[in-house]
């Protein structure tokens, strides 16, 4: 198995652009969760879903983020538009059992 | 008051000893309890987990829990160049439960 793949590994954009992360869980994982991490505030949980429909987006910071997961084998998180703030590592991390996630390899977004 | 929180170090080791990581939580609920060691740019790896009170150990790493306390602890054993890394600390609130929260981590660096 390959893992969780992410992509792209890292995105260098202009603020006010749209951004979109990818993430193919592994198969047969049925719960998904976005993360950012910074400095300042760790791993934050923006959002996550079981069997493709979204359990929790307490976390997403605000209308400028969404998510979507059409399918079991590929999730979207998309910033429109962007900003400097949401410079950040994102990780989309997968779990079947309750017992521990596995992380993807994470997308870098820098916001200039 | 954060959920989870762990000393941010860093935290410096001679080779072969011991390394303590520390790991308290304010939710009296929470249930299970997880380790993640992050090497720098890369992705949270799973250690170990761990949900009953008392020790749990897996091959050089014991887990301690105490829920009384509310307090969780990582101990490597024999520490080697090759744990410097940061430790991150996460709590579910039941067991098997798929959404995790985070500590900030501690660094720790084991010098030969």
């Known amino acids: 198995d390959a893992g969780v793949i992410q992509s792209p590994r890292h995105e260098v954009t202009e603020m006010g652009q749209e951004v979109t992360l990818r993430c193919k869980p592994i198969?047969?994982?049925?719960?998904l969760f976005w993360y950012r991490q910074t400095m300042m505030r760790g791993l934050e949980l923006l959002i996550y879903?079981?069997?493709?429909?979204?359990?929790?987006d307490s976390g997403m910071p605000e209308d400028r983020f969404s998510a979507k997961m059409p399918n079991a084998s590929f999730s979207t998180l998309k910033i429109q538009p962007s900003e400097p703030r949401d410079s950040a590592v994102y990780f989309c991390?997968?779990?079947?059992?309750?017992?521990?996630?596995?992380f993807g390899s994470g997308t870098r977004l820098t916001v200039v | 008051q954060k959920e989870v929180e762990q000393n941010s170090g860093p935290l410096s080791v001679p080779e072969g000893a011991i390394a303590s990581l520390n790991c308290t939580y304010s939710?009296?609920?929470?249930?299970?309890f997880f380790w993640y060691r992050q090497y720098s740019g890369k992705s949270p790896e799973l250690i170990m987990f761990?949900?009953?009170?008392g020790d749990k150990e897996d091959g050089r790493f014991t887990a301690q829990l105490n829920k009384a306390s509310q307090y969780v602890s990582l101990l490597i054993r024999d520490s080697q160049p090759s744990d410097s890394a940061t430790y991150l600390c996460?709590?579910?609130?039941?067991?098997?439960?798929?959404?995790?929260?985070f500590g900030q981590g501690t660094r720790l660096t084991i010098n030969p």
């Open positions: 761990i949900y009953s009170n």
């Open positions: 879903f079981n069997n493709n429909v979204p359990i929790d």
């Open positions: 991390a997968t779990d079947s059992t309750g017992w521990g996630y596995t």
């Open positions: 996460a709590v579910a609130a039941i067991q098997g439960a798929q959404k995790l929260v």
């Open positions: 198969s047969g994982h049925d719960y």
């Open positions: 939710d009296r609920g929470s249930q299970s």
